[in-house]
């Protein structure tokens, strides 16, 4: 018998970079199906063009440019595909969503080095680019289909974006959204932003997995509520109350499932909580005073270049160590 | 008009001041190094290889400089050649080396070694050795992992996908020896390339017995000592039930070659191949002829004696 | 109330526990027992007979080569064969008596009866030089001589012996079953190093898998202190379950919440930590005269027709044992020397079994066959497995650039080789394999600057 010899462990867990991936998916798929069933066919076909690009675009890479064998069974081109396409506004056209797989791709991912090697988060990449590109298309948003008098309008953070700079109090813009509604079905956004509670659902479930652990998501949260509270206490008039903060905009997709990508967040606990911080409060201040609507997409980015130094400074105690 | 002309000035201030400063700050923090060492270290081959011991080229013409001689400096990449140079900057003698060439002492290939198990863990000679004694009966054999390949800065060394054992390519070879330093069986050896390259080594680690040997590998040195005693030269030791030969007293009759009765013995450079038959058919002569003419010798020696014991006797 | 346990890292295995209920049988005797010189860490052992001498059951037959060095006594009577290298369980020579069997005829003075003897001598000294007569080393893997454990060096002071019953590896059951079936034994066992080592407390760490052993082992530790207060100041604590509990360091972290320095031993901290085997060990030649000749072996594995608990003879070849239980079935692929997740793999199947051969574990391809090496996807899941808190994917790069320096500064040389981090990693990169070069060039730094000083 030619007996197999191999250094210990000799039993492996069940995680496979692909099971993990996959379970992203999965934990996405709630999201996804609401946003379909709001937005209709021009959502779905969004989505499927987002994810089908990066795959390909992956595959094109891989195969044709590196002349290496094709990477895309690992599923994290499809997370990335997904994650791209619930960030868009369901208006997009699908060669714009093509670009921004391109660059997510193409640029965020593969030029360094794939996957593992990128330093922030190519959905996010791609979805900044496009809105850097073609701001006009990025940040109109359609109603959902589904009620009555589907309007073409802005965003609640958008809307109050404009008060701001126009110098209306913005409790004219928030009162005319109820919690309820918004925890449910945002009224207008892109994908990602339309159902916080089937978000939650698959955080909860990726918690629950044991893929990813709570802290950066709980951090950022915090410390949104926190900096709102502080803002809104001192002006209720001018600046925006921590519920709708917490509830408005991308910022459940971008905390539960952008922050806590693999790649791109820091692996210790510590470092997660400081990463955390920085999103929610950097996120805040792109709101309140900056030109933009939405920060959490900047925040993330900005926080990314932060995660070496990160992994470097918070590292875990070392067992008998002082 | 005036502005620019400030501005000029203003721009002309801060570049002179800060030339100034570069200037004071260069010459505080002025290094004053031998100018030979410059010198030395532009006729080195640059490849930082560490094969002379030293951390890299910088760091070997800065030792060089310091040394009184150049006795134990030595850039075997770079040679004669190069240390002949460095020798003319630095005034010193310098003693001709022959050059030398790694040579892979196993010839266990997937034909003669049959394996016995598998290897499932990380593709390391270093890990796998760590671990057990490799996949074949051998425990002395090379791994197969390319640990010396990986180790080769040069893109001398490759694997044979037919016999998985490496294989060095002479011509790119500069004996700077991290293959045998890569080696966890230490089974690669610097030896001397020989004269036309022309060299003669056995092609064998095993310090099992011979039976033992011969089980685990069909082109094993089992240690019969047949080569030594053919050897006319002395050249060759037998330790440890392993041959070794000398590659200073060798004279390459390759006599030991058509001896050896497992092949264990292996040259290279010859532009004649060796008729094993006819050689062996000699040497079997010319050993038969040694022992008769040695049983003549005994015997006129042992007839004397006979005939001077009587005499005494009487 | 929580369960104690270590406080960094660790890994959940499913346990595996096939051969649990197997009752412990003794292997028949082998025809020729193959005693290695070198069964424990430290110096090998110095042959005392010559081939042609017969020799008994339990005779010594080789002798300590240095401090930290055991005895070594033949399993099985009969004549010496011979005294020459021999290929070990990874294939490497090792000089190795070989003892044909006559007959099974044992040394005098050695009690074979069943019958508990409870009263413990007091001269402490005489206690230890039996321990260390009778060859015993720790029987928990690393097979360190147990007298060099209970002689603390001079200015240290030991506070509590742990009795490490933990078996946390997946499929191992000898220590269970020894609780189970001799758990009078091993008490008494703990009690006699409890006492050498100056009537310290002591405590049986039990992992909460095994509640029939922590039940039994509590009724046996209230019956024996009814008889004698030598047993007093020994209890059973139940630990969660997590590999690696049984590590030496994470168990002193787990009972006494007490951290061992790096490169420190157990003692700086005031522990001794004993495995069940050992104990059992102790009581045999101490309280029965019977030195370290055999030992409980699982063999085990879910290909495998006939799990078993076997007692087997020191130096029984690993084939003979298979064999006996009906052979090596076809889809096994790998045998291995102890659990799966620290075991060796054996190369060699003609080897024979050490002192410290606990378990022989076969697996399938399928569960054991390495899957391909993918990028590290940078998810922390081995740091957060680390039981020592390190980083293994920081430390097998810095291992693959030979930065000896760096490997030094991350602490490469704490890495105690439990493989959680290969284990947990989802991407199967080699972590450990790569690490534990490392750790050796990082060791060997550390010692060369000592040897400089």
């Known amino acids: 018998m030619n007996i197999l010899v191999s250094p210990n462990p000799h039993i492996h867990s069940k995680w496979s970079t692909r099971s993990l991936m996959t379970d992203v998916v999965i934990a996405l798929l709630p999201a996804a199906i609401c946003s379909v069933v709001f937005y209709g066919w021009r959502e779905a076909l969004v989505l499927a063009v987002s994810v089908l690009s990066c795959v390909g675009f992956e595959w094109l890479i891989t195969r044709c440019l590196m002349k290496q064998r094709s990477t895309i069974c690992d599923m994290s081109a499809v997370v990335t595909g997904l994650l791209l396409g619930m960030n868009l506004p369901f208006t997009t056209p699908w060669w714009m969503v093509m670009i921004g797989a391109l660059v997510a791709i193409g640029i965020a991912k593969m030029t360094f080095g794939g996957l593992g090697q990128n330093v922030f988060n190519p959905a996010l990449v791609g979805r900044v680019f496009l809105l850097v590109s073609f701001p006009a298309v990025m940040t109109t948003w359609v109603g959902p289909v589904h009620f009555a008098d589907a309007f073409t309008g802005s965003t609640p953070l958008s809307s109050v974006n404009e008060a701001i700079l126009n110098g209306t109090p913005v409790t004219e813009i928030t009162s005319q959204y109820s919690y309820g509604s918004m925890l449910l079905a945002n009224l207008g956004g892109s994908a990602g932003e339309i159902c916080a509670l089937a978000l939650l659902l698959g955080f909860v479930y990726l918690c629950v997995r044991k893929v990813i652990k709570p802290w950066i998501t709980l951090s950022i949260f915090a410390t949104v509520a926190l900096t709102s509270l502080i803002f809104w206490g001192i002006d209720s008039a001018r600046f925006t109350d921590p519920a709708f903060n917490l509830l408005s905009g991308g910022l459940i997709l971008g905390a539960c499932f952008m922050a806590t990508d693999y790649v791109t967040s820091p692996m210790s606990t510590l470092g997660g909580i400081i990463f955390g911080v920085g999103i929610g409060f950097l996120t805040m201040m792109i709101r309140y005073f900056g030109s933009y609507p939405e920060g959490v997409s900047f925040a993330i980015l900005i926080m990314n270049a932060f995660v070496p130094l990160l992994n470097r400074w918070c590292k875990q105690k070392k067992f008998g160590r002082a | 008009m005036n502005t620019i002309w400030t501005t000029i000035a203003i721009i002309s201030l801060i570049g002179l001041v800060l030339a100034l400063v570069l200037y004071l700050v260069a010459e505080k923090f002025k290094v004053v190094e031998d100018p030979r060492i410059d010198e030395v270290e532009k006729v080195m081959p640059g490849a930082n290889c560490g094969g002379c011991g030293f951390a890299g080229c910088r760091a070997f013409a800065e030792a060089a400089v310091k040394a009184p001689n150049l006795d134990n400096n030595f850039c075997p990449v770079g040679g004669n050649d190069t240390m002949a140079k460095v020798a003319a900057i630095l005034g010193y003698e310098v003693k001709e080396k022959a050059p030398m060439v790694a040579v892979v002492r196993c010839n266990g290939s997937c034909a003669n070694r049959p394996t016995v198990n598998t290897y499932g863990g990380f593709a390391s000679c270093r890990v796998k050795a760590t671990l057990y004694s490799g996949d074949t009966a051998c425990a002395f054999g090379c791994l197969g992992c390319g640990d010396c390949v990986a180790a080769c800065q040069f893109g001398a060394l490759s694997m044979d996908p037919e016999t998985g054992l490496p294989v060095v390519d002479e011509t790119k070879c500069t004996a700077c020896g991290a293959c045998t330093k890569a080696c966890p069986k230490a089974l690669i050896e610097l030896r001397a390339k020989g004269p036309r390259g022309m060299r003669v080594w056995v092609d064998c680690r095993n310090k099992d017995k011979g039976p033992a040997a011969k089980k685990a590998c069909a082109a094993a040195c089992i240690g019969c000592g047949i080569c030594a005693k053919t050897c006319r030269h002395e050249a060759i030791t037998v330790a440890d039930n392993i041959a070794y030969i000398d590659p200073d007293k060798c004279k390459l009759c390759r006599e030991c070659i058509a001896m050896c009765p497992t092949g264990a013995i292996h040259e290279s450079g010859f532009p004649k191949p060796l008729d094993k038959e006819a050689t062996k058919a000699r040497i079997l002569e010319r050993q038969k002829k040694e022992r008769e003419e040695a049983a003549a010798k005994a015997a006129v020696i042992s007839s004397e004696v006979e005939k001077s014991k009587p005499q005494e006797e009487k | ?453």
Not at chain 3, 290 to 297: A, E, G, R, S, Y
């Open chain 3, 1 to 453: 109330m929580r369960k104690p346990t270590f406080s960094i890292g660790g890994v959940h295995p499913h346990d595996s526990k096939i051969s649990r209920e197997c009752r412990i049988e003794p292997m028949p005797l082998p025809d020729s027992a193959f005693l290695a010189v070198s069964q424990h860490i430290g110096a090998p052992a110095k042959p005392l007979v010559a081939v042609g001498d017969k020799v008994k059951v339990g005779q010594p037959i080789a002798e300590p080569g240095g401090f930290v060095s055991a005895y070594i006594h033949a399993s099985v009577s009969g004549t010496v064969k011979s005294i020459a290298p021999r290929a070990d369980l990874a294939g490497n020579p090792v000089m190795t008596i070989e003892i044909a069997r006559e007959g099974d005829e044992w040394m005098e003075g050695i009690d074979q009866s069943d019958t508990l003897v409870t009263d413990i001598p007091d001269d402490n000294k005489a206690l230890l030089e039996k321990i260390k007569l009778g060859g015993i080393v720790g029987l928990g893997g690393a097979t360190f001589p147990t007298h060099v454990k209970l002689s603390p060096p001079p200015g240290s002071k030991c506070e509590r012996l742990i009795i490490n019953g933990c078996e946390c590896e997946p499929y191992l059951t000898s220590d269970f079953r020894v609780l189970l079936e001799k758990g009078e034994q091993v008490i008494v066992g703990a009690a006699i190093l409890k006492q050498v080592l100056g009537g310290v407390p002591c405590t049986v760490a039990i992992e909460e898998n095994k509640p029939e052993a922590i039940a039994h082992i509590n009724e046996v530790i209230a019956k024996l202190q009814k008889l004698s207060p030598k047993f007093n100041g020994i209890e059973v604590m139940t630990m969660k379950m997590r590999y690696p509990q049984g590590g030496e360091k994470q168990l002193i972290d787990a009972v006494m919440h007490r951290q061992v320095g790096s490169g420190a031993l157990p003692i700086s901290v005031g522990a001794v930590v004993q495995n069940v085997g050992t104990a059992l060990a102790v009581y045999d030649m101490v309280q029965k005269n019977k030195p370290l000749i055999d030992n409980t072996v699982t063999v085990t594995g879910e290909c495998f027709p006939h799990q078993a608990n076997l007692l087997v003879r020191v130096g029984t070849p690993l084939r003979s044992i298979l064999e006996h239980l009906g052979g090596i079935p076809e889809e096994a692929v790998k045998v291995i020397s102890g659990g799966p997740m620290m075991g060796k793999a054996v190369a060699n199947l003609d080897a024979a079994t050490l002192k410290g051969t606990g378990a022989l574990l076969l697996l399938t391809e399928k569960q054991t066959a390495r899957k391909e090496e993918g990028p590290c996807i940078r998810c922390g899941k081995c740091a957060e497995a680390c039981p020592m808190g390190l980083e293994p994917f920081l430390l097998q790069k810095l291992s693959r650039n030979g930065d000896v320096e760096a490997l030094e500064a991350n602490a490469a040389q704490d890495c105690i080789e439990c493989g959680c981090c290969l284990y947990s990693c989802p991407a199967n990169i080699p972590l450990l394999d790569i690490i534990r070069l490392g750790k050796a060039d990082a060791m060997k730094a550390i010692r060369d600057r000592a040897a400089k000083k």
